[in-house]
C-alpha cells in the first residue's frame, strides 16, 4: 500500500514479550463483525441480483451470473466469520489460563 495507513497483523510473538490475550480476543471478535457484516451485504446483493432476473430479462444471464458470485462471496465470509469466531474463543480461553500470568 502506498501513502495510507494499512497494517498487517502477522502474530509473531517477539521474544520474552507475552501474548496480549484480550487484544487478540478484540481483534478476532473485529473481524467476525466485518465478516458478518460482508456475509449480510453479499446476501442482500444476490437477493437483489435474483429480483433482477425476472425484471429484467433482458440480461438475465447477467444477473444470474452476479447472483452465483454474490451468493459465494455470502458463503465464503460466513465461513470466514465462524473461523474468526472459533479465533475469538480460543483467545478468550487462553486468556483464562494465563490469567494472572502475565497480564497487565
Same mark, same amino acid.
Given at each position: 500500500m502506498t *501513502? *495510507?495507513?494499512?497494517h498487517h497483523h502477522h502474530h509473531v510473538q517477539e521474544e520474552n514479550k507475552p501474548i496480549d490475550y484480550a487484544r487478540e480476543v478484540k481483534h478476532h471478535k473485529h473481524n467476525e463483525h466485518l465478516a458478518k457484516l460482508g456475509a449480510v451485504a453479499a446476501g442482500a446483493f444476490a437477493k437483489h441480483e435474483k429480483h433482477m432476473i425476472k425484471k429484467d430479462p433482458a440480461h438475465a444471464h447477467r444477473h444470474k451470473?452476479?447472483?452465483e458470485i454474490a451468493t459465494t462471496v455470502a458463503v465464503a465470509a460466513g465461513g470466514y466469520a465462524l473461523h474468526e469466531h472459533h479465533k475469538k474463543k480460543e483467545a478468550k480461553k487462553q486468556m483464562k489460563h494465563h490469567h494472572g500470568h502475565h497480564l497487565f
Open positions: *501513502g *495510507g495507513k494499512h451470473i452476479e447472483q
